[in-house]
């Protein structure tokens, strides 16, 4: 299973470019969250950056923002200017900047996604989905490699203890982990906010 650490390990020294996704939404902040909404799910993102009167990225959006500052609080998301909700100032990285680096940056500020820059022009966004995607590939990759005849790790059962989330027995959202009661309520939910 060495080879498995290996490919993790040289995919976490290597820049932060390997996961860049150059498919940004910029918006002006007079817009509003409604097409922020319509933006994310055209594209499958989970944020929009947000930029000034110097069409400088002054704040970002993301889609739970618009659940908590918006859905929840019953606003009508076509009257929500994004400067009211979005978080600002914005975290940036450079694009040389490691994958490991990246995650601590994330873990430190406790933020799902990055903005990408170099020299005030924003490259892209990095999130931690897209991160733990590759991190994922590399290791079924080297799964599928151990398989196919090399010698492979076996795990004791016995030596696997499995939790349970003992605060709570209610279904959570897979996108921003609010609690339901019901499969229903909670398929709603993911079906309108997050597709």
Partial sequence: MSDVSDNITSFLASSIELVLNRDVIILDSDR??????KGMKERNARSILVSGDNREVVGIVSKTDILFKVMSRGRNPAKVKL???MNSPVLAVDPKTTV????????KHLIRQIMVSSN????????????????????????????????????????????????????????????????????????????
């Fill in 83 to 85: 400067r009211e909700i």
């Fill in 120 to 195: 005030a022009a924003v490259l892209g966004m990095v999130t931690r989905e897209d991160i733990f995607e590759k991190i994922q590939k590399a290791t079924i990759s080297t799964a599928d490699i151990a398989i196919n005849g090399t010698p492979v790790c076996i795990i004791n059962p016995k030596a696997i203890v499995y939790t349970s989330n003992t605060i709570s027995d209610k279904l959570r959202c897979p996108y921003c982990e609010l609690p339901f009661d019901s499969k229903e309520e909670l398929s709603k939910h993911i079906h309108s906010l997050h597709t």
């Fill in 100 to 107: 490991q680096e990246t995650l601590s940056i994330m873990d």
């Fill in 32 to 37: 509003f969250a409604n097409e922020a909404v």
